[in-house]
């Protein structure tokens, strides 16, 4: 047993860090937690998977004070545990990192990471707490500047600082909830170093994911749900990556479609010499070149952080170009307003649907019609029924669930949000669609569902695909473009080396790792 120095014993008797007994949460008809039993050990790195909506987020949110469920018991390191809010869960040892950060963004690292310290009734000078913070930087891995401010910061970096804020408060069962889907494989490299240094310094550590990857290369023990309950834990070793996808989803992984269209010679959209600026007023694209076809899917790979979000608000025309032109079957669309260009026939399935995909607030079918309200008007009145019947319509199809057409946008699990984002930008066959991490939250069913339907957008139209995860972009482009510091770089096919694109993305310097 050992005792690390905020006095909390990190291994109970039985070895246990959590137990989950018969745990059960119900959303008015929703069971999102039915019956959840199962044990996470001290000391190991523990997958949660399953569906979109199987309940992983809700367990989570459970276990550190955000959710009080309806009936069953926790307990931590052994023994029975109250935990009625975050401050009661900071108290036993537990942090967790949620999907959407919880900085404040006007505030430095350091401010973030030590102010609204739960419990803190002494002051900390800056230095000090400069120090603190660079000591835990260097033990775990994880590099941020504490004086920078977070709206300075990449989306990474704030993780780094969640994670960072976790460990100043002396966590040692650490919760990270889909951690991987905001970061670069570079960053994915980086953050599995430091979920091996805080498990070597002997925390306890509880991962959801959907990438079957991450689980075999990070996890040592795997908790399967499925509707609401824990269906199966198991050690890595004993499940291959087949089985546990068909234990995730319940039923054997439909193949791809592989019939595909051919590309035609036709153009569909040209960008010519683009330069667009970014926040601070630099060149962020800097004369950008590259010519989309009718069928034609092409995948845009690079580098977070070259120009590829510069690139999408563009095509939206989310953002102005101050040199060179975008045409469109041969049509000039430089300038022209985002809702001009959706009847012009461009959709846009945004990297962040929480800024810019949707309305928290708002109902499924309300979002499912955002920016379509006209098509559903007679004489200046909505016609809900129809709105009604297309919904039920797309959610049978685009399989998002609950099936409740008046559910809120912020009620719904982060895949099947995106899942509603997906299906009102594809409703209209789309001419191009611009499809930025469109597989980002999902699960593995779904992704694959997803993947068919951009296969389908292309063979009716055209699509761009901007992914940072480099086999979707092999596995359905017809053609790849790298992006490099604002313009692009190389173009590939799919018969070229991963190690070639990886190097082009770097900038032709150096191995892609
Ligand atoms: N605050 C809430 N109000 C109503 N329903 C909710 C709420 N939170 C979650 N749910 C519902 O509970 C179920 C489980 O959601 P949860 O977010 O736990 O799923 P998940 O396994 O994390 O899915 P994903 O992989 O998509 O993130 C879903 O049907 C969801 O719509
Ligand atoms: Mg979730």
New binding site residues.
């Given amino acids: 047993m050992t005792v690390n120095d905020n006095g909390i014993t990190s291994t109970s008797i039985n070895g246990n860090a959590i137990e989950f007994q018969s745990i059960c949460k119900r ?2 008809s ?1 069971l ?1 937690n039915d019956k959840v039993s199962f044990a996470v050990k001290a000391g190991e790195v523990h997958a949660i998977v ?10 989570m949110r459970i276990l550190y004070g955000l959710h009080k469920p309806d009936s069953g018991t926790i307990y931590v390191r052994g023994k029975e545990a109250r935990i009625e809010s975050p401050k009661d869960a900071i108290a036993l040892g537990i942090g967790m990192v949620q999907q959407h950060f919880a900085l404040i963004k006007r505030f430095t690292v350091a401010e973030n990471i030590i102010l609204g310290q739960e419990g803190s009734k002494f002051y900390i000078s800056r230095e000090k707490g400069n120090k603190l913070i660079a000591e835990l930087s260097r033990s775990f891995d994880l590099s941020v500047d504490p004086e920078a401010r977070i709206e300075e910061l990449s989306v990474g970096e704030q993780q780094r600082v969640e994670l960072l804020k976790v460990l100043y408060r002396k966590a040692d069962i650490i919760i990270l909830d ?1 951690p991987t889907a905001v970061l670069t494989p570079q960053e994915i490299e980086s953050l599995y170093a430091t979920i091996e240094r805080m498990k070597a310094s002997g925390k306890t550590i509880i991962f ?1 994911t ?1 990438k079957l990857k991450e689980v075999f290369r990070v996890a040592d023990t795997i908790t399967v ?1 499925r509707g ?1 309950r824990s269906i199966a834990t198991m050690s890595v070793a004993e499940v291959t990556p087949q089985e546990l996808s068909e234990l995730i989803i319940g039923k054997e992984l439909r193949v791809r479609g592989e019939q595909r269209v051919e590309p035609k010679n036709t153009e569909a959209l040209v960008v010519e010499n683009l330069v667009v600026l970014g926040e601070r007023g630099n060149e962020v694209l800097k004369g950008l070149n590259l010519v989309l076809k009718e069928n034609e899917l092409l995948g845009i790979a690079g580098v977070e952080g070259n120009g590829q979000t510069e690139l999408v608000e563009a095509l939206c025309g989310l953002r102005r170009a101050v040199n060179g032109r975008i045409m469109l079957f041969g049509h000039e669309l430089t300038g022209t307003p985002p809702w001009l260009l959706r009847s012009k026939g461009i959709a846009h399935i945004p990297e962040d649907r929480l800024s810019s995909g949707m309305i928290d607030e708002f109902t499924v079918y309300e979002n499912l019609i955002l920016g379509y309200q006209t098509e559903f008007s007679r004489a200046g009145l909505l016609q809900k029924n129809e709105i009604m019947n297309e919904t039920a319509k797309l959610m049978d199809e685009y399989d998002i ?2 099936r409740d057409l008046e ?1 809120k946008m ?7 949000q995106q899942k509603v984002v997906i299906a009102r930008e594809l409703r209209k066959n789309p001419k191009v669609l611009i499809a930025n991490q469109p597989t980002r ?1 999902l ?1 593995v069913g779904a992704a694959l569902f997803v993947h068919n339907k951009l296969l389908e957008a292309k063979s009716k139209g055209s699509v761009l695909l901007i992914s940072s995860d480099l086999d979707e972009i092999m596995e359905l482009s017809d053609r790849i473009a790298v992006i490099y510091e604002g313009r692009i770089v190389g173009e590939f096919d799919k018969k070229d080396k991963v190690e070639d694109i990886g190097s082009a993305m770097l900038g032709g310097k150096g191995e892609y790792a």
């Fill in positions: 959303f008015g929703t999102a399953g569906e979109n909506g199987a309940g992983k987020t809700t367990l889909e959801i959907h749900m609401g669930r609950p559910v912020k009620n719904l699990s982060g895949g099947n939250g699960d």
